[in-house]
């Protein structure tokens, strides 16, 4: 058992205890509270005087499928070859050993979601991991998957720029993830018809080929996996949820960079967005309107805001970005829930992470100070019940 005393527990959906104990048995929570007795044989960590939160998570990441060092023998983050390869799966390329891992361990994060980038429409299923682990089945966290999907420069360039066919324009963009829709949904009708058929004549039924790429978008259009929709532009932001109501997608909005302007909107939407990353120069035109106040703003219109840093060793900075939109008018508790719960909620992880509280993972960070300031340090990283990091 290891038991964290004397902390100031910022349990986030259960307020701040000053003075708190948390005990983990078994890589779980087992009690939470100021006056919670340690029972003998525990370990201890003493943590008087300093800032005990959940384990960070980061929402949207590429962490160990674009390795470190940036080279091409270990950038596996996109397979620039198809508009559509939403066959593809970054747990068959994460590299346990990429050394963003670590990086990000020793900054409090001890989950983040990562996976393919943005240079298909439709560029596969990513998902969310524990930062601990010699193997992505020891690292994986089932039922975390999503669909990457893609608008707006990234394919347009790819495709139409570099390559010279289609998709080129936004209109192609949008016709080629309807396209890859329908496809999917032919597939599952006609395995459904199928099926029908068999059980009328009480017969085996006949399906057709199993196709790996429409499989794997049959379970977005069952609502068995998030589709994840890459866009910066306000435009584009609309056309994905266009998109996603048309075939009653379960989506998140991904960057969602021009949120602010139609904040409003997304707000009655009730629309899930991961914003970030926040420290970007204006490198292409869909950044050119990039603001700092966008995560405060949509979360005071109703968006269920989480950070992300969309980067790879970057993720131990995500901290500082929490920090910097508080200063730029995001309420300081919506910051806290933008990397622990409201993180968790958009990977389905809700019940198991994103908060102190009894019965989730024994998932702690520890710091010498206010987390969200650059001055501070980590101390201690936890993974069910486990230290992974402590500072020397």
């Excluded at 009708?189 to 004549?201: G, L, P, S, T, V």
């Excluded at 009653?248 to 939407?269: F, M």
């Amino acid at each position: 058992m290891l038991a964290i005393t004397n902390g100031k527990l910022l349990t986030i959906t259960k307020g701040t205890i000053d003075k708190g104990t948390v005990l983990i048995d078994k890589g779980k929570i087992v009690a939470v509270g100021a006056d919670v007795a340690v029972p003998k044989g525990a370990k201890v960590i003493n943590a008087r005087g300093k800032w005990v939160t959940p384990g960070l998570i980061d929402a949207h990441s590429h962490v160990a499928i674009f390795g470190e060092p940036m080279v091409w023998a270990h950038d596996d983050g996109n397979e620039m070859t198809d508009p559509n390869t939403a066959q593809l799966r970054a747990y068959d390329a994460i590299n346990p050993e990429d050394p963003a891992i670590p990086d990000a361990r020793s900054a409090g994060f001890t989950t983040l979601y990562t996976g393919p980038g943005s240079a298909n429409v439709v560029g596969g299923t990513g998902i969310a991991i524990k930062l601990r682990g010699r193997t992505i089945e020891e690292m994986a966290i089932p039922g975390s998957e999503g669909m990457k999907m893609a608008l707006g420069e990234n394919p347009k360039n790819v495709y139409g720029q570099m390559q010279k066919k289609y998709p080129a324009t936004r209109m192609g963009n949008a016709a080629v993830l309807r396209e890859s829709l329908v496809k999917a949904q032919n597939y599952l009708n006609n395995i459904e018809r199928a099926k029908a058929e068999a059980a009328d004549k009480k017969d085996n039924p006949k399906l057709p080929d199993r196709d790996l790429k429409l499989e794997a978008l049959g379970k977005v259009l069952k609502r068995e996996m998030k589709a994840r929709i890459h866009c910066h532009r306000a435009d584009d932001i609309m056309t994905a949820i266009r998109i996603a109501e048309e075939f009653n997608l379960d989506y998140v909005i991904e960057h969602c960079t021009e949120g602010y302007k139609i904040a409003d909107y997304l707000g009655q939407k009730k629309v899930r967005a991961t914003i970030g990353p926040l420290f970007l120069e204006r490198f292409k035109m869909e950044l050119r309107d990039i603001s700092l106040k966008n995560p405060g703003i949509c979360a005071k219109a109703g968006v269920k805001v989480a950070l992300q840093a969309d980067t790879f060793s970057g993720t131990r900075f995500l901290p500082i970005h929490a920090g910097t939109v508080v200063r730029e008018g995001m309420d300081e508790e919506e910051a806290f829930k933008a990397v622990t719960i409201n993180a968790a909620e958009i990977l389905g992880l809700q019940k198991r992470l994103g908060s102190i509280e009894k019965g989730k993972d024994g998932d702690i960070a520890i710091y010498d100070g206010h987390p969200f300031s650059n001055f501070t340090n980590c101390l201690y990283t936890i993974i069910d019940g486990e230290v992974v990091y402590e500072r020397k």
